[in-house]
């Protein structure tokens, strides 16, 4: 953002570069705001409502508030980490990147499980530290490897383990193929559906 600024100081008279300047700031409070958000739903949602059941909506709304003030608070410490803009990007990419792997083959390949998954993520979190700590590779070497060797032991895994219970795998894909606005075909597959 400092980069763009500087570059507008250059092209856009004093006017226009208030607007730029409010205009990325309300772009990222939204973005922002967002993943606060989605991210005190999830845990709320796929952890702490297993964990502890049969509660009030009201505690589940506090508990929900108090997880996405934390992921807010985790993204301002993780803001002052960074000392540029490009070692935050790069982060985050290799991050997102651990998970992204078998996320996106689950989507074209029933055979993946959890077993797969699991597999693909330690071993890229494992052949990423010794690629940056031990071998001294570059960033793009590094990135080649680990997601290389992540996807092919992810397709190991998955193939010598046990495959996912049919019914969980019908109900993922009736999910992921549902158009939007035609949530009433899952009534009829007996899918259930959180928000409807």
Known sequence: MPLLLTADTHV?????????????MVAS???CDGFMVTSGSYFLS????KIVKNQSPK??????????LC???????????FPSMAEAF????VLLSFLGIPMWVAFSWRRINRYGALAAIVTA???YLTCIFYLNCSFVTTSQIYLSLSYLMMIFVS?????????????????????????ERLRYAQVEVLHY
């Open 12 to 24: 856009l008279p004093v006017g226009l570069m208030g607007l730029m300047v409010a205009s990325l």
């Open 29 to 31: 409070m939204s973005a």
């Open 46 to 49: 796929n952890f702490y409502r």
């Open 59 to 68: 505690h589940y709304l506090a508990v929900g508030r108090a997880a996405s």
């Open 71 to 81: 992921a807010a608070g985790l993204g301002v410490f993780f803001a002052f980490i």
């Open 90 to 93: 790069k982060f985050t990419w």
């Open 125 to 127: 979190i494992a052949v």
């Open 159 to 183: 193939i010598i383990t046990p495959r996912e219970p049919q019914e969980q795998l019908d109900e993922f894909y009736a999910l992921l193929h549902t158009p939007v606005g035609k949530e």
